[in-house]
């Protein structure tokens, strides 16, 4: 059987791979029939017998002349070509001896291999009704072998080819789904990574603005406060004074940093800016964002937990709410700056359902932006019931803000 490269063949017609060992038996078997053809001829004393011996080695030798060939491998026609020369011989050695039909059966093989389904059945039968009535015609009575042996060597070939074909493909169908999954796997670690360093990321800012920010910022009060209670002239002056310049350079350095670690939402625009971006590139209900009162200066921790708030609690409502629409507001009040998401969906029972939620966001549910909210003294509610949609509200005080805060 010759080999088929399919690489260059268009899928709907391309042959399926016989593996090596396969191809090794069918020439072997081709080959032993051919030449029990040809020995009988000559140890039996029938008439023909050159006639058998060179029927039997051009035959051999078209075989091989095609299983070399690297066109028979790659192109239907060719192929329809060299199973047409091969046909031909063997029908002249049917003609000649009764043992050639045995050669039917690895043609079977080639037929269903080589050619289209819709020619590859006719093709059997045809071979099959050679074989029978070359048995008729060699043999002097008719018996129910004569009919069933060919068929029946038919039937298993279709039935053997048929089964590998189909074990076959749905082989390459598990093949592209494990590669379909390791592809998912390594576009989840990545997700994944760049979800942790987003987060690392969040944590570094707000470490920096909580500790090295605010320390700095009590430094510059209390050396301003040293610096008013010293004497004029005093030499210890100009010293606390290149002290407070220093806290305030670095000061200003930590603040770059924070805003090098704010989200990315976050780098090109405001709070509000980031929200409405957010509310117009969702992909479920209708968002309509609003702000009220009057936007102030936020610190990096409070912008970025609105966003992630509101980017959680969208993603909940695009996921499990079914809503038709749904609303964010920010707003600003002297003393807090609130943050509420609000859907017409299907709702839930907070009391029943909210660790179920939860666990369903994979950690970015209603416990996460509860933590969010309570790691930066705020408060968080979620007020809904079955059937009447969802609100969300976080609360966050607003930080007292001194002149060097502002500076």
């Not at 920096?208 to 209670?229: E, P, V, Y």
């Not at 609105?306 to 629409?325: D, I, Y």
Request: glycine share 8%; aromatic share 4%.
């Amino acid at each position: 059987m010759p080999r088929t490269r399919t690489a260059t063949s268009p899928p709907s017609d391309r042959p399926v791979p016989v593996p090596p060992a396969i191809r090794r038996c069918l020439h072997a078997l081709l080959a032993g029939l051919l030449a029990l053809a040809a020995v009988k001829a000559v140890t039996g004393g029938a008439g023909h017998r050159a006639g058998v011996v060179a029927a039997a080695v051009v035959m051999g030798a078209v075989y091989t002349a095609g299983t070399l060939h690297p066109a028979v491998g790659r192109s239907r026609r060719a192929a329809g070509w060299w199973l047409t020369a091969l046909a031909a011989c063997w029908l002249v050695l049917l003609v000649l001896s009764p043992d050639g039909l045995w050669a039917a059966f690895p043609l079977y093989f080639l037929q269903l291999h080589l050619l289209p389904k819709r020619r590859a059945l006719p093709a059997v039968l045809a071979t099959a009704a050679a074989a029978i009535a070359s048995f008729l015609v060699h043999s002097a009575r008719v018996t129910p072998g004569s009919f069933i042996g060919p068929l029946l060597g038919a039937a298993v070939a279709v039935a053997t080819v048929l089964g590998y074909e189909a074990l076959h493909r749905e082989s390459e169908r598990r093949r592209e789904l494990i590669d379909e999954l390791m592809a998912t796997r390594a576009e989840l670690a990545a997700a994944e990574r760049a979800a942790g360093t987003l987060a690392e990321r969040e944590r570094l800012a707000r470490e920096i603005h909580d500790t090295l920010a605010q320390g700095l910022s009590s430094i510059q009060l209390l050396l301003r406060a040293a610096q008013r209670a010293l004497p004029a002239g005093s030499p210890a002056g100009p010293h606390i004074e290149r002290a407070r310049e220093a806290a305030q350079d670095n000061l200003a350095e930590a603040r770059r940093f924070v805003r090098a670690l704010s989200p990315p939402d976050l780098e090109h625009g405001s709070l509000a800016g980031a929200l409405e971006r957010l509310c117009a590139s969702s992909a479920g209900p209708r968002v309509r964002f609003s702000l009220s009162g009057t936007p102030a200066e936020l610190p990096t921790p409070y912008e970025v937990a609105l966003l992630r708030v509101a980017q959680s609690a969208l993603a909940n409502t695009v996921r499990h709410a079914e809503a038709g629409r749904a609303e964010v507001t920010l707003t600003f009040m002297d003393a807090s700056v609130a943050l509420d998401v609000v859907d017409d969906g299907r709702g839930f029972d907070p009391a029943a359902d909210g660790r179920a939620a939860g666990e369903r966001d994979g950690g970015f549910g209603l416990p996460a932006m509860r933590a969010r909210a309570q790691s930066l003294g705020g408060m968080f509610t979620v007020e809904s019931a079955p059937g009447q949609g969802t609100a969300v509200a976080i609360s966050l005080p607003l930080p007292a803000r001194t002149k060097e805060d502002a500076a």
